[in-house]
């Protein structure tokens, strides 16, 4: 039986005792502020990033991670297994899918799988941990990719941003150009569309585009049973953490985790942003 290794980036948020429990190996993006650059989880905590973000005047950029990063983790995994599964956030935001693409085909010992969820943060986190619980019971890489790619059909998240001008300077809004002005001033709900950010809902205020995305919610499940849901917040951590317990409330049987957009998703949203997504099983 074949060995299989998981990868994830950073981007993934899985927190690190839930990473290191379920063998997910995981591979960081960086953050930029001016001349330095942090691997993000492993040179810069989540409270560090917000605190420099309000410090400092320059914004943060962010980059994929390089390579040769994907190479030397292709290269050390390939002693202990067999295969290898690399799960990454959206292609449509960020080159690190094509980037783990590009070194699976320059490492040729054993074959690398390369997952694309067409989201991020922890809802990306729910494929990897998936991808990991099949491993450890015994599926193949053919029946792992097969789930993960069936999981898309029930999988969404909804979020928004407190200020929109982080993602629009970051080049990462799409659909929105034509009425940019306008949307700079109000809280419309986002979500991916063909691995893309687009609006979903033009709605003016927080309130409104929480109840939205709560409702939208609400549409999609019958019961909680099997689901797993993260609320995200990008330090606002209050308001993720009431929004959470009333959806404990109402889904006492779903598993529900409190999560964070971490710096190199900060960087694009900006502090105050929040998330809801789901994936039912
Ligand atoms: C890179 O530099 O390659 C990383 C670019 C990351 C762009 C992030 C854009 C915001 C994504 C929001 C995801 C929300 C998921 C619930």
Redesign the pocket.
């Known amino acids: 039986m074949s060995k299989i290794a998981i990868v994830t980036d950073s981007t993934s948020y899985i927190p690190e005792d839930l990473r290191k429990q379920q063998d997910i190996c995981m591979i960081p993006?960086n953050v930029v502020f001016g001349e330095e650059t942090y691997k993000e989880e492993i040179d810069i905590t989540f409270e560090d990033f917000y605190y420099k973000m309000q410090q400092q005047e320059q914004l943060p950029t962010?980059?994929?991670p390089s390579i040769g990063l994907f190479e030397e983790t292709f290269r050390d995994l390939g002693s202990d297994f067999d295969e290898i599964i690399v799960i990454t956030?959206s292609s449509g935001?960020?080159?690190?899918y094509q980037t783990a693409v590009s070194a699976a085909h320059m490492y040729e010992d054993l074959p690398i799988h390369v997952f694309d969820t067409e989201?991020?943060?922890l809802?990306q986190g729910f494929y990897a941990l998936e991808a990991a619980k099949m491993v450890k019971n015994k599926a193949s890489s053919k029946e792992i990719l097969e789930r993960l790619e069936a999981l898309k059909q029930s999988t969404r998240?909804y979020?928004m941003a407190d200020d929109l001008s982080h993602?629009h300077r970051?080049g990462?809004l799409n659909g929105a150009q034509l009425f940019i002005g306008s949307m700079l001033q109000i809280k419309p709900v986002l979500h991916f569309e063909n691995k893309m950010?687009v609006p979903y809902e033009k709605v003016r205020t927080e309130k409104k585009a929480v109840a939205k995305i709560k409702s939208l919610l609400e549409e999609d499940l019958d019961s909680g049973k099997g689901v797993s849901i993260a609320v995200?917040h990008g330090n606002c951590e209050e308001k993720a953490e009431k929004i959470k317990q009333e959806l404990e409330e109402k889904y006492p049987d779903a598993t529900i985790y409190l999560s964070y957009f971490g710096p190199?998703?900060g960087a694009?949203?900006g502090p105050g942003s929040l998330?809801i997504?789901w994936m039912k099983a």
């Open positions: 993006l962010t980059s994929q956030l935001i960020s080159g690190t989201t991020s943060c809802i998240a979020f993602l970051g990462r950010i995200i190199v998703i694009h949203l998330g997504g």
